[in-house]
Every structure is written in structure tokens, then in C-alpha cells.
């Protein structure tokens, strides 16, 4: 089974739509990145979240991490179909934080946005 | 700034053959890593580089599986002989870590491995 389950794993939106992407965990997470890929590239860096309770924005996209630590979600308002792509959340799971780049991904969320 | 470069984009061979691929990091950054990214899946990391040392090779299959980065700049994987489901995007990542820990991965583009 997914040490980090997204949700959902495909999304289909009308452009302006808001959306949620969620990446759940069962253990605690010490470190959780958000990333987009489109499709035969690589991955580009979102944000990075830490602290729980931490939330942090670019452009129309922000991330939260909840409380706990073992929930981050990714919301973007008014999308646009530049938006699409694929969704990963990474996350450093070893306790103390000392995985230095050994990142668990979770299996992505596809989101295709329609002009 | 270049980013971290990977080739070849795509590979197309038939089992048992080998196979090779080449990245080049990030200039100044001392980590390097390799992992592998499964149709419809993330990226699941095979192998760890700190400068020339590999610090964590605890997924990488090592009876067909090799890599080394020497002088710890690019680095080169190789798998002798493929199988097919060594069918995968074999991404390249690096990142400075200092002191404060590791900082952002940085991605290359991928190289596309299709073994038939």
C-alpha cells in the first residue's frame, strides 16, 4: 500500500474552478513538498511545507499542513488550463528529518482543466 | 543557470540488452540522486549521491542495477541486462545540502526507458 495517499487521482475542472488536491499519511511527516509534472517532464517545485499548521501561497496555489502532520492540501483558485498537469506530494518520513532528499511520492493526482 | 540535464530523453532496446544514462547536476550542487518513476506512479528513489559517495543505495536492484559518480559531478546509470519491466522515466535530481539540511530537489527532465 501508498505510505502517502493522493486524492483524488484524477480531476477534470472547467477553467475558474477552484479545486482541492489531498495527500494523506499515516505517520507523521517531517517535511512535505508539493511538485507538478506534466506529462514526459520532470518535476517542478511547488512549496515545501513544515511546520504544522503552516500554509504557504504562490500565485493561486496554496498548501496546508494540518495540524498533525499527516494531512497537506493544495488548493488552487480560479484555475486555468496552464494549471493542468500532474500533482505529486513528496515527503520526508523518517523521524527527526534526516532523510535529506530520500522523498516517499505519493501516486499523483492528474488535472486537466478545460477552456 | 542550467538546470540538471539528463539524456538520452528516450530509449528504446530489447531485453537483456544494456543500457546507460547520463545526468549533469545543478553547478555547486553536492547531492545527487536517481530515481525511478513507473507509468502512473511517483518516483521511487534508487540511489543517493554526497559528492562522489553513494550514501544510500538501499533500493537500487543490485544485481543488474549499477551507478557511479565520479569526481562527484554528472553521474551515469546503468542496467545490464534490461528486463521489461525495467520499462520506467528514470529521473535525475540534485540539491545542495549544507548544514541546515537538504535543500530543494531539482529534477531533470527524465530519460524514457522502453524495453521490449
Known amino acids: 500500500s501508498q505510505e502517502l495517499e493522493q486524492s483524488p487521482q484524477s480531476l477534470i475542472v472547467q477553467e475558474g474552478k477552484n479545486l482541492t488536491i489531498n495527500c494523506t499519511s499515516s505517520?507523521?511527516?517531517?517535511?512535505l513538498y508539493w511538485y507538478k509534472q506534466k506529462y514526459g517532464e520532470g518535476l517542478i517545485f511547488l512549496m515545501m511545507?513544515?511546520?504544522?499548521?503552516e500554509e504557504k501561497s504562490h500565485e493561486k496555489i496554496t498548501a496546508k499542513l494540518d495540524e498533525k502532520k499527516q494531512q497537506s492540501s493544495l488548493h488552487i483558485t480560479a484555475s486555468q488550463p496552464s494549471h493542468a498537469g500532474i500533482y505529486l506530494c513528496?515527503?520526508?518520513?523518517?523521524?527527526?528529518?534526516?532523510?535529506?532528499?530520500?522523498?516517499?511520492f505519493g501516486q499523483g493526482t492528474i488535472l486537466t482543466v478545460h477552456p | 543557470e542550467a538546470g540538471v540535464v539528463q539524456s538520452p530523453r528516450y530509449k528504446i532496446i530489447e531485453k537483456k540488452q544494456p543500457v546507460a544514462f547520463w545526468c549533469n547536476p545543478i553547478?555547486?550542487?553536492?547531492?545527487l540522486y536517481w530515481y525511478r518513476q513507473n507509468l502512473g506512479q511517483g518516483p521511487e528513489l534508487l540511489i543517493r549521491?554526497?559528492?562522489?559517495?553513494?550514501?544510500?543505495d538501499s533500493q537500487l536492484p543490485k544485481d543488474r542495477f549499477s551507478a557511479e559518480r565520479l569526481k562527484g559531478v554528472d553521474s551515469t546509470l546503468k542496467i545490464q541486462p534490461a528486463e521489461l519491466g525495467d520499462s520506467a522515466v528514470y529521473l535525475c535530481?540534485?540539491?545542495?545540502?549544507?548544514?541546515?539540511?537538504?535543500?530543494?530537489?531539482?529534477f531533470g527532465e527524465g530519460s524514457r526507458l522502453t524495453v521490449l
Open positions: 505517520k507523521t511527516l517531517y517535511g
Open positions: 511545507l513544515q511546520k504544522g499548521g
Open positions: 535530481a540534485s540539491s545542495f545540502e549544507g548544514l541546515a539540511g537538504a535543500g530543494e530537489l531539482f
Open positions: 513528496g515527503a520526508d518520513m523518517d523521524a527527526g528529518g534526516t532523510s535529506y532528499g530520500k522523498l516517499t
Open positions: 549521491y554526497e559528492n562522489e559517495e553513494a550514501v544510500d
Open positions: 553547478s555547486g550542487h553536492n547531492t
